[in-house]
């Protein structure tokens, strides 16, 4: 049995999906992107929680106010 390879996606991939979803409402922009609807749907959830997309199992969820710190000290 071959071992499927997970797809890994950027933050910028991320918030551009959710743009779609927002304008084409999930399920066709899950279509277009041939991506799973429950994975948009939790990236649209995230981004209108303001939690932000680095999540890799190991780092929990970045919140709004902990991005908001990061950018104003840069």
């Known amino acids: 049995m071959e071992r499927q ?4 996606y950027t933050a910028d991939d991320k918030a551009q999906a959710v743009s779609l979803a927002e304008t084409l409402g999930p399920t066709k922009a ?8 429950k994975t948009l749907a939790n990236w ?8 932000g ?8 969820p970045v919140s709004g106010r ?9």
């Open 5 to 8: 390879i997970r797809a890994q």
């Open 30 to 37: 899950a279509r277009k992107l041939e991506i799973p609807v």
């Open 44 to 51: 649209v959830r995230l981004s209108r929680e303001g939690s």
């Open 53 to 60: 997309f680095v999540h890799d199992g190991k780092r929990r």
């Open 66 to 74: 902990e991005a908001r710190e990061c950018a104003a000290a840069s």
